[in-house]
């Protein structure tokens, strides 16, 4: 079974969500089994970000919940782009971790559906995927560069942005 379209579960912004997982104490977690998350390195490029004089935001002027794999997608977007133009001279951080574990009651359809399924009996869900909370004005993504090379910034994480729900704004930092 394929993903639900993202427009299904962005915005499901929680206050406080289920997502304990124990790893000692399992009877602790409210959540038994966690799913894989596709989001795979937080730190992209070389050295600190104290190295570099220049710092770019991508600013979320909407809540949405986001799920790791836009934000995946997202940011392989960004490092395909400045990868060939300025190798090793940047440094990208994921800002935003996927905590939010999302539940699904899955449906049947089809002949003899009726019969098989519960309906909204323990309708609780199975968890199915990882998203992260973006309030509004909260960065996801921060691109570190050497020199002050705006349109390159500004072309990466729009093309980034494109990937995730909702509107962004590049805001310079420093």
Known sequence: MGLRPARTVRNRVYKQAWTRWSRKNMSKSYVKALPHMDLR???????????????????????????????????????????????????LIVRKYPHVILRENRMLAGAGADRIQKGMRRSFGKPVDRGASVKRGEAIFSLYLASDDMKLAHEALRKASRKLSGSWKVVKVK
């Open 41 to 91: 390195q937080i730190l992209n490029g070389t050295g600190n970000a104290e190295n570099y004089s220049v710092q770019y935001d991508l600013v979320a002027e909407q809540t949405y919940l986001h799920r790791d794999n836009a934000i995946e997608a997202a940011r392989q977007t960004i490092v395909k782009y400045l990868e060939p133009k300025i190798p090793g001279k940047f440094l």
